[in-house]
């Protein structure tokens, strides 16, 4: 079993990172927020229950990474955020805009990905290959 994806020091605190990109489909855009908003705490759980041994035999802080399909951010990804963001020695002012430029820039590439790997996929089924 991998313990993370991605591995980080954060004001010299080691942490690992398990990112999950949630894909819900549902009838309506408020059922689907609300199961989106549940799928995403159950996604955290599972994913701590997962790695719960992390901690105990390194010193790694484990963090769920979970996203959805629409880039809205877990609670556990908000939380690493918000303290990479406090750790920086900047005014109120300078720690939300941080905090919003890599918001952004995780929602923007999250949202590439996904463009190029449809696009993959419909270069692969076209009939001209």
Not at 11 to 35: G, P, Q, R, T, W
Not at 64 to 80: M, R, T, W
Request: glycine share 2%; charged share 30%.
């Amino acid at each position: 079993m991998r313990p993370a994806d991605i591995k980080a020091t954060i004001n010299h605190e080691e942490f690992a990172f398990d990112v999950s990109i949630l894909h819900n489909k549902k009838l309506s855009y408020s059922m689907e927020l609300k199961n989106n908003e549940q799928a995403i705490r159950d996604k955290e759980a599972a994913k701590m229950k997962k790695y719960q041994h992390i901690e105990s035999v390194s010193n790694l802080t484990f963090i769920p990474f979970v996203v959805d399909e629409h880039g809205k951010f877990g609670s556990c990804a908000n939380q690493i955020i918000e303290k990479i963001a406090r750790t920086l020695d900047q005014t109120a002012e300078q720690k939300t805009c941080f905090r919003k430029y890599w918001e952004k820039q995780i929602r923007s590439a999250y949202r590439k990905g996904i463009m190029s790997h449809r696009l993959e996929r419909q270069n692969r089924c076209s009939p001209i290959h």
